[in-house]
């Protein structure tokens, strides 16, 4: 069974663009995480979404959104890029049912 | 303070060594206990996954979860320079099961 995906894998983009994470999870999976992992923050969760509804939030501002699609793949997006989203962006997929997450290789995007 | 404390290291041990890694939290209401691996530039790896008290053994892995002092852990037995990576625990509740809260992270090298 592939695992979870995402694209791309790297980017660079200049501070007050936009830009769009794509995330395909495990077959079957129906439950999509976003996660933040920075040097000095760590891990942070940003949110969930199931059966394409958002079900957790964590404490991000508003220019962090996402959304998911029918065949449960997902997307992020933050608008309004700053120096200080420069961040590994990891996706992680779960059959929803239990907390078991399983993550893609993450997209690492820097901003300048 | 962080909900979940864990030693960012560095820690280095011989070959062949039992390693221990540990955590605290504070939430009485974390319910499921996870251990993943990270290696250099990927996504992190679920190694273990327990629900509540108790211990789970699988190869040479052990997880640890005492929910009376709020403190887990992970022994590695007869490590291996492959074992070399960044192990994270994390930890989530019923109601937010997917919504996972790391600890920082500890590096860990195993020296041939």
């Known amino acids: 069974k592939a695992g979870v995906t995402q694209t791309p894998r790297y980017l660079i983009k200049t501070r007050g663009q936009q830009v769009t994470l794509s995330c395909s999870p495990i077959s079957g999976h129906r439950s999509v995480s976003w996660y933040q992992q920075t040097p000095g923050q760590g891990l942070q969760f940003l949110f969930e979404?199931?059966?394409?509804?958002?079900?957790n939030k964590g404490n991000f501002p508003g220019r962090f959104s996402g959304r998911q699609f029918s065949n449960s793949r997902s997307e992020m997006n933050v608008s309004t890029l700053e120096l200080g989203d420069s961040a590994l962006y990891l996706c992680?997929?779960?059959?929803?049912?239990?907390?078991?997450?399983?993550f893609g290789p993450g997209t690492r995007l820097t901003v300048t | 303070q962080k909900e979940v404390e864990q030693d960012p290291g560095p820690l280095s041990v011989p070959e062949g060594a039992i390693v221990s890694l540990n955590c605290t939290y504070s939430n009485s209401a974390f319910q499921y206990f996870m251990w993943y691996r990270q290696y250099s530039r990927k996504g992190p790896e679920l190694l273990m996954y327990t629900y509540s008290s108790g211990n789970k053994e699988d190869g040479r892995f052990t997880a640890q979860v005492d929910k009376s002092s709020k403190y887990i852990s992970l022994f590695i037995r007869d490590s291996q320079p492959s074992d070399s990576a960044t192990y994270l625990c994390?930890?989530?509740?019923?109601?937010?099961?997917?919504?996972?809260?790391f600890g920082q992270g500890t590096r860990l090298t195993i020296n041939p």
């Open positions: 992680a997929s779960s059959s929803g049912g239990a907390a078991e997450q399983y």
């Open positions: 979404y199931f059966s394409e509804t958002q079900r």
């Open positions: 994390a930890t989530t509740t019923i109601q937010g099961a997917q919504k996972l809260v």
